[in-house]
């Protein structure tokens, strides 16, 4: 092989690296989870080469616009993970004891009336209590194993010297984008992660703030 083939090669090497470990590469794998912070729909990259603040977010549904260059973006997702991974009690839920739904307590109430009855319909019986497991097991609050194969995940990868695309789609169910620039991590167990603060919050719930906590505790918003 000659010096210059050598030489192309190298630098299509070199091309083909720094073009997968690009921002905008990056960026364009994220933006599925990107979501405005106001509204809640989908947000759309743009970027607009006559600005010196080249890149932007506009909201597919009230038309919220943020400039956010990609770097930034990138680097706060990034020490998001990085607070969690540090410190992953951050996404500890409380457990909840869930009522079970009308339709669970009426089978149950059959179930216990065919148990009662002098003789025992054995096939309805078996039907009758195959439907309450299945409906049993679909009512089950899936929250605390969601929490713990999130635990694993953040636990395995060790702290981050750049971006993870793997490890937020493992992890993230969403980002959002605020007007100030600032972003909120919804991880998949509902627990919410920002930059500005080293508290978790759980979307699904609103409860009141506490004046010694600095996250916003209100359901489904990240300010």
């Given at each position: 092989m000659?010096?210059?083939?050598?030489?192309?090669?190298?630098?299509?090497?070199?091309?083909?690296?720094?073009d997968?470990?690009h921002p905008?590469?990056?960026?364009?794998?994220?933006?599925?989870?990107v979501?405005?912070g106001?509204c809640?729909?989908s947000?759309?990259?743009?970027?607009?080469?006559?600005t010196?603040l080249?890149?932007?977010?506009?909201c597919?549904?009230?038309?919220?616009?943020?400039?956010?260059?990609?770097?930034k973006?990138?680097a706060?997702?990034t020490e998001?993970?990085n607070?969690?991974?540090?410190?992953?009690?951050l996404i500890?839920v409380?457990?909840?004891?869930k009522?079970?739904?009308?339709?669970?307590?009426?089978?149950e109430n059959?179930?216990g009336?065919?148990l009662?009855?002098?003789?025992?319909?054995?096939?309805t019986?078996?039907?009758k209590?195959?439907e309450?497991a299945s409906?049993?097991?679909?009512?089950?609050d899936?929250?605390e194993?969601v929490?713990?194969?999130?635990?694993?995940a953040?636990e395995?990868?060790?702290?981050l010297?750049q971006?993870?695309?793997?490890?937020t789609?493992?992890?993230v169910s969403s980002?959002?984008?605020?007007h100030d620039?600032s972003i909120?991590?919804?991880l998949?167990?509902g627990?919410k992660?920002?930059k500005?603060?080293r508290?978790?919050?759980?979307c699904?719930n609103?409860?009141?703030?506490?004046?010694h906590?600095s996250?916003?505790?209100?359901?489904?918003?990240?300010v």
């Amino acid at each position: 092989m000659n010096s210059q083939k050598r030489l192309l090669l190298t630098l299509k090497y070199l091309w083909n690296k720094t073009d997968e470990e690009h921002p905008a590469t990056l960026i364009f794998q994220m933006t599925a989870l990107v979501v405005c912070g106001e509204c809640g729909h989908s947000m759309r990259r743009i970027h607009d080469s006559r600005t010196s603040l080249g890149e932007k977010w506009v909201c597919q549904g009230c038309g919220t616009t943020i400039k956010i260059v990609d770097e930034k973006l990138l680097a706060d997702v990034t020490e998001c993970l990085n607070m969690v991974i540090g410190d992953t009690k951050l996404i500890d839920v409380p457990l909840r004891q869930k009522e079970p739904s009308s339709c669970l307590r009426r089978l149950e109430n059959e179930i216990g009336r065919l148990l009662d009855s002098s003789e025992i319909e054995k096939e309805t019986l078996k039907n009758k209590i195959f439907e309450c497991a299945s409906l049993r097991y679909s009512e089950m609050d899936t929250t605390e194993s969601v929490t713990e194969m999130l635990k694993a995940a953040f636990e395995k990868s060790g702290p981050l010297s750049q971006y993870n695309q793997e490890l937020t789609e493992r992890t993230v169910s969403s980002i959002s984008l605020n007007h100030d620039g600032s972003i909120c991590l919804t991880l998949k167990n509902g627990r919410k992660i920002r930059k500005e603060n080293r508290y978790g919050t759980d979307c699904r719930n609103a409860s009141k703030k506490n004046p010694h906590n600095s996250a916003d505790n209100s359901a489904g918003q990240c300010v």
